[in-house]
Nanobody, 123 residues
Framework: QVQIVESGGGLVQAGGSLRLSCAASGRTFSSYAMGWFRQGPGKERDFAAAISEISSSTYYADSVKGRFTISRDNAKNTVYLQMNSLKPEDTAVYYC????????????????WGQGTQVTVSS
């Protein structure tokens, strides 16, 4: 079982920045691919960004490419999502997820999920 705790959400004005953090348990954190997903009001949960086990590969949804950066610190069992130039349409609950395998971008590809953290971007 992998425990996941997200933090760093909040309220920010359009154009602002936030950094989300995700701490995951497990002695084999460096073997997990990690992903960030988001679910806006009345919408399905969608992929935002993912990073491979040793940070050699990252992948972004077109809607966040160039504005969001995913990174990880395996020594701290933590993955980050730096979000810049935020827009009101980025408003969502952001979820961190663990995949016990190589990088994938589908919601169903991930094995463990955090409880989510709310990000609200005001116009």
């Amino acid at each position: 079982q992998v425990q996941i705790v997200e933090s760093g959400g909040g309220l920010v004005q359009a154009g602002g920045s936030l950094r989300l953090s995700c701490a995951a348990s497990g002695r084999t954190f460096s073997s997990y691919a990690m992903g960030w997903f988001r679910q806006g009001p009345g919408k399905e949960r969608d992929f935002a960004a993912a990073i491979s086990e040793i940070s050699s590969s990252t992948y972004y949804a077109d809607s966040v490419k160039g504005r969001f950066t995913i990174s990880r610190d395996n020594a701290k069992n933590t993955v980050y999502l730096q979000m810049n130039s935020l827009k009101p349409e980025d408003t969502a609950v952001y979820y961190c997820a663990v995949r016990l395998g190589t990088l994938r971008v589908g919601v169903r590809d991930y094995d463990y999920w955090g409880q989510g953290t709310q990000v609200t971007v005001s116009s």
